[in-house]
């Protein structure tokens, strides 16, 4: 049994493995209809446990589709319905659900729950997002580059924006995986100093998007902000807006990303979101691949 909490507490070769077998079990499919089996079935007879406090598209049905492919079964809970926290405690809650199930994954707001639930359960538990990091979306990033362009090792990621909880993985991924990331962004807004000596600080955005190999954002507003929030942040972000002019600055071959939702024309342009550099989609669909791969590793499978 593993827990997968975070990229930096993860082993560097575990992690690549994981990639490698996201790729294979991609190319395994060969194209076959989203709702056929996988041929090797790895989690039947597995009941998963995927619970949200925090709503969610991508994860929740890149989750469901994974488990359901590998021939196991999903029990989807929300957090309102289980009064995470509130009624029982994280720890019986982890305790009980263990007697029921394989595999918990948990999209939440506080790491404090997810750390809990980690504690307590005896069975492994995924983070599917805390405020502090989203360890699975960088992992379908990783997958993305090197599906496209080749190891990531040694290449320039650039982050224009909030230095939020993706930003967090992207650091961690940065340390495990070795490549070189930048943020350009406003200091109100620099990443958690946790984080420090794990990326470069370039204020200005046009600087630091020069010779990237992958230009990174996301949103700049949660769904949780309050109006006055939004309004100050997209007066702090304006200037890091991803678009044509930027890119431009970036190398001739270099990806954008965009881990989605997006509002298009704030923190990126459609120029950019449907142009040549964009492979968005590509990297929603990863999703599922990656945590197919991290589910198995959980297990041991």
Request: overall charge negative; hydrophobic content about 40%; some cysteine.
């Amino acid at each position: 049994m593993a827990h997968f909490l975070d990229i930096d507490k993860t082993e560097k070769s575990a992690l690549r493995g994981m990639i490698d077998n996201a790729i294979a079990m991609k190319t395994a499919r060969n194209g076959r209809p989203k709702g056929a089996p996988d041929d090797d079935l790895p989690l039947a007879g597995h009941m998963v446990a995927l619970i949200f406090e925090k709503p969610s598209t991508r994860t929740r049905v890149s989750f469901d589709v994974g488990v359901r492919q590998m021939g196991g079964e999903t029990m989807v809970l929300s957090g309102a319905d289980m009064q995470l926290g509130h009624g029982e405690t994280i720890a019986d809650t982890a305790r009980v659900l263990s007697r029921y199930v394989d595999l918990i994954m948990i999209r939440t707001f506080e790491e404090a729950t997810l750390l809990e639930m980690a504690e307590h359960a005896s069975v492994p538990v995924i983070n599917g997002l805390t405020n502090a990091s989203h360890p699975c979306q960088i992992m379908a990033d990783v997958m993305t580059y090197e599906e496209h362009r080749g190891p990531i090792a040694g290449k320039k990621v650039v982050w224009s924006g909030d230095g939020n909880n993706v930003f967090a993985s992207f650091a961690h991924a940065a340390g495990q995986f070795g490549f070189d990331l930048t943020f350009t962004g406003p200091e109100p807004l620099d990443p958690d100093p946790s984080l420090h000596g794990l990326y470069t600080t370039v204020r200005n955005p046009e600087e630091a998007v020069a010779g990237a190999d992958l230009v990174v954002t996301d949103t700049w507003v949660s769904m949780h902000d309050p109006q006055s929030a939004r309004e100050r942040r997209h007066n702090q972000l304006r200037g890091y807006q991803v678009n044509a002019a930027l890119m431009a600055k970036a190398k001739p071959d270099a990806l954008f990303m965009h881990c989605l939702p997006a509002h298009r024309d704030d923190e990126a342009t459609s120029e950019v979101m449907d142009g040549p550099h964009s492979v968005i989609f590509d990297e929603a669909e990863n999703r599922l691949h990656a945590q197919k791969a991290v589910m198995r590793w959980c297990l041991g499978l």
